[in-house]
């Protein structure tokens, strides 16, 4: 069973400070190190650091169950690590929130005595002294996206999680120096990566993390230059003969610092598309627009289609 976690910062009283511990940026691999070799009723918990604050927690052994809820409450406000519980009244289910909750309190009892947090804490920086974990899942195997439609794809993306989730679906994953998954990621150098991809790929999957990044942290005056950073990505590879889409796959308003239902804008450009009176791109102007309300899988068969590998439907 694997499971999303955050290093996060917490006082004493298990209240969390800060649920990404002031965002790490180097110090992940060695944090996770520590954790290695823990076992708990047979089960072994293995640990992997990504980008920034984010991680990876496996639990590998036998009976256990994705159907446990999240020791991570998400709130932007002060808030108590959750103790997992079954989601089934089941044996699995219950043994994983119970191995979870002690791999929890014992990844407290190891970060919060690692060399790296006492220089942090020297420093004045938020301590990174706990794992928090979310979205338990097992693994299923899908159909990629090669069998499904028949045409090839990649990813460029600095964060493990884009690159987990296209290398699950049969992208290839394009290593683009400079692409961190951060604020100060190098948008041309990913630019210029899938001008290069699209010689060889029918489909590039670029992805842009910042945005969010600085509304989670709600900094507007970063937000502002991520955006003007992804407006000069669009400029550049809107002169290639290409289908560009535009889109996002969540709002994170810089007013509540957290990921909302709000509907995210789309824009596509190029060929034969359709064009309206829209004139800038934003959650506001483009809902006048001649795409309307669409679901992820609706946008995903017009996107197909453009590209020329949709199937017709009726006679």
């Keep these: 069973v694997a499971f ?18 002031g965002r790490l940026k180097d110090e992940g691999d060695e944090l996770a190190k520590s954790l ?9 918990a293995i640990f992997f650091s990504s980008t ?8 590998r052994g036998d009976g256990l169950s994705p159907a446990v809820s999240d020791t991570d409450s998400h709130s932007t406000e002060p808030a108590i690590v959750l103790e997992s519980r079954p989601l089934e009244d089941t044996r699995e289910a219950k043994k994983t929130s119970r191995i979870l909750n002690e791999v929890v309190k014992r990844s407290n009892v190891i970060l919060s005595s690692h060399p790296l947090n006492k220089q942090r804490e020297r420093e004045g ?9 979310r979205g338990a899942g097992s693994y299923e195997k899908v159909e990629s996206l090669k069998d499904r ?6 990813c460029i993306a600095g964060s493990a999680l884009y690159k987990g989730v296209a290398k699950y679906v049969g992208m290839e994953i394009l290593e683009v120096k400079g692409a961190t998954g951060r604020l100060d990621t190098d948008i041309e150098a990913k630019a210029k990566a899938a001008i290069q991809a699209l010689e060889k790929f029918d489909l590039v999957f670029v992805h842009v993390k910042g945005a969010d990044n600085a509304s989670h942290d709600g900094n507007l005056e970063e937000k ?4 003007k950073k992804v407006n000069r990505l669009a400029e550049i590879l809107k002169e290639e003969d290409v289908y560009l889409v535009i889109t996002a796959d969540h709002s994170t308003p810089i007013s509540i610092r ?23 791109f934003d959650e ?29 439907v009726g006679s």
């Design 258 to 280: 957290r990921h909302s239902s709000d509907p995210v804008p789309v824009f596509i450009h190029g060929g034969s598309v359709r064009k309206d009176n829209v004139q800038s």
């Design 224 to 227: 502002l230059s991520m955006i």
């Design 149 to 154: 439609y028949g045409f090839s794809s990649c």
């Design 125 to 133: 920086k938020l301590v990174a002294n706990i794992i928090l974990t």
């Design 4 to 21: 999303r976690c955050n290093f996060a910062t917490v006082d004493n009283d298990f209240r969390v400070i800060d649920r990404r511990a």
């Design 52 to 59: 920034e604050h984010r991680g990876t927690l496996i639990l």
């Design 284 to 312: 506001i102007s483009v809902s006048s627009g001649c795409l309307g309300h669409l679901t992820g899988v609706e946008l995903n068969r017009i996107v197909v289609d453009l590209m020329g590998y949709g199937h017709m």
């Design 36 to 44: 290695q070799g823990m076992t708990v009723e047979g089960v072994e």
